[in-house]
């Protein structure tokens, strides 16, 4: 799952959301230096990860990318359900997107100091483009594919992927609906154990 489903999944814990948000930037058992709750999300997301990644319902959509865009394809998919999260929010959210997202930009600003550097960076471009935002239109993630290709050095091709996403529109979004109850289920229960 991308940024946007990380912080859904986190509930209304603002140190957990912080956790899960940074969870990528830190590696091994570097988690255990940070606060209580951070933990917890950092420990969360790598939970979120690992059930996604291996998860059937997810494997039939990157299997559908695989062709054209080899290990690549669990990273755009995981952009992809952000888009089908961000376009149905309404149904497993009650405040609207747009203001879900600002408070989660100000949740950020407010912990500034505890963000890995690489977020710090990352922080203006993302909120200058109002990424989580963006997801919810097919032209967002478009622009977002595009950025995360020019990662690559063009290598992996991303930019494309919205071909697929055009293509395949119903099938992906019926293999989101289907997951995304389950991965809901399965968050939950692992913040009961954390």
């Known amino acids: 799952m991308n940024f946007l489903a990380h912080i859904y999944l986190s509930g209304e814990d603002e140190g ?10 830190i590696k091994g058992k570097r988690y255990q230096k940070y606060p209580e709750k951070i933990r917890k999300g950092i420990l969360l997301h790598r939970f979120i ?35 089908f999260l961000a376009k149905n929010w309404s149904n ?17 600003r407010a912990n500034f100091e505890i963000l890995p550097t690489r977020i710090q960076r990352m922080m203006p471009y993302m909120l200058a483009d109002n990424w989580l935002l963006s997801y919810a239109s097919i032209q967002g993630i478009s622009t977002i594919l595009t950025q995360m290709n020019h990662r690559t050095k063009n290598r992996a091709k991303m930019n494309f992927a919205v071909l ?16 995304f109850g389950e991965l809901i289920a399965a968050s939950k229960q692992k913040l009961t154990e954390l």
């Open 16 to 25: 957990i959301t912080i956790g899960n948000f940074i969870a990528d930037g």
């Open 49 to 83: 990860d690992s059930y996604t990644d291996s998860h059937p319902t997810v494997r039939l959509s990157t299997a559908r990318l695989h062709k054209n865009y080899g290990h690549y394809s669990g990273v755009i998919v995981d952009i992809l359900y952000d888009h």
């Open 92 to 108: 497993y959210h009650p405040q609207p997107l747009a203001e879900y997202v600002d408070d989660f930009y100000e949740m950020l």
């Open 164 to 179: 697929e996403l055009e293509e395949f529109y119903t099938e992906f979004e019926t293999e989101f609906t289907s997951f």
